[in-house]
């Protein structure tokens, strides 16, 4: 199929949007989780994933600048009962930030179902999103980070809050790497983030979205729908030069016109430094939290909406809803997901 990137309508495809990245520890191992592909609007380009695109985990070292390791997917076509094949390759060292190294072949399955080598899982199809938050109090904070003016909550009701991903549903993609992998041992400091590419007519591959920390791109980038931010195709290595900026500005904007910061350009810097490359940091084989107090991973349960406004703002806000809203659509067990 020829989908011509250089059209906005090629890359307006939701199977290539990603939702949110977690990762936390699983059954003596460390699990990674992508979302794609919601249908929250209520309709959804196409069922499944994108059989000419890559779903990418990027796994970073001791701080570093780039990847070392990346596991990268892949899917064919449906079958008549919307079924797909499912590869996993594994890039290590430089291979892991070249599009055109094809890596370690790990194993092959099919949607819906396990599929397991040498100790690492990977499960991949249609889930309940355990994604929470009410989108009218998303509205009030960015609408105030877009215009940096004051956070008004006068008219939030945080006991009326109610779940907008209630009876939602997403793609996911769960990969789990047992503590035995030689790189990903309890213990290693590793930063995280994951990105969708897709084939060009040319034979090569560009990056069309990425996910790092939660919340980004509703907070300081909610009208790119048309991935036409170029936050979207750069490495995070480049995130603190192109917007660490932007980033600090809009802050400090807000934050002063709410009053909640003494100096808020140097809290507009702080932030946009703690955010700044977009990867999201883990400690292998310790508890995950995406939360006020530590940001290690994140879990499906994590409030991470409520972190992450608070961080920008610099005041609590108060999200009214609590992991219990959303207990049903996570599993304690692998794949850690509620199939749908």
């Known amino acids: 199929m020829s989908h ?23 059954e003596g191992s460390t699990v990674f989780v992508m979302d794609v592909n919601s249908d929250i609007t209520g309709v959804y380009a196409e069922p499944g994933f994108h059989h000419e695109a890559r779903y990418e985990f990027k796994v970073h070292f001791d701080g570093a600048e780039y990847e070392t390791l990346t596991y990268r997917f892949s899917f064919g076509e449906p079958d008549t009962d919307g079924r797909q094949g499912l590869r996993l390759h594994v890039l290590n060292g430089a291979e892991a930030r070249e599009d ?18 040498a100790g690492t899982r990977v499960w991949a199809g249609r889930i309940a999103d355990p994604f929470y938050i009410d989108l009218s109090l998303l ?22 809050a109610k779940n907008t991903f209630a009876d939602t549903s997403v793609e996911t993609i769960v ?16 930063g995280v983030w994951c990105a969708t590419k897709l084939a060009t007519d040319s034979g090569g591959w560009r990056q069309i979205n990425r996910a790092g920390h939660p919340m980004m791109w509703p907070i300081f980038w909610p009208g790119d ?22 980033i600090a500005e809009q802050v400090a904007a807000v934050v002063g016109a709410t009053g909640t910061s003494a100096d808020p350009k140097g809290y507009g810097h702080t932030v946009a430094g703690q955010l700044f490359p977009d990867v999201l940091p883990y ?3 310790t508890p995950a939290s995406f939360g006020f107090a530590t940001r290690n991973g994140r ?10 406004l608070s961080l920008v703002t610099n005041t609590a806000i108060p999200s009214g809803l609590n992991p219990s809203v959303a207990k049903h659509q996570r599993s304690e067990q692998f794949p850690y997901v509620v199939q749908k």
């Open 100 to 117: 055109s190294a094809d890596g370690e072949p790990v194993l092959e399955g099919r949607t819906g179902e396990t599929a397991a080598a």
């Open 283 to 285: 400690v292998v084989g």
């Open 299 to 308: 879990t499906h349960a994590d409030n991470a909406p409520e972190a992450m």
């Open 4 to 26: 011509h990137l250089d059209t906005p309508l090629a890359a307006q495809n939701g199977q290539l949007y990603l939702d949110d990245l977690y990762v936390f520890p699983g």
């Open 225 to 246: 729908t048309d991935f036409s931010n170029p936050a979207n195709t750069r490495h995070p290595s480049e995130d603190l030069a192109a917007a660490g900026g932007l």
């Open 175 to 190: 990969l789990e790497v047992p503590y035995e992998h030689a790189q990903l041992r309890p213990g290693a400091r590793t």
């Open 139 to 160: 509205a009030i904070v960015n609408g105030a980070v877009g215009k940096g003016a004051a956070v008004d909550l006068s008219a939030w009701r945080p006991q009326e």
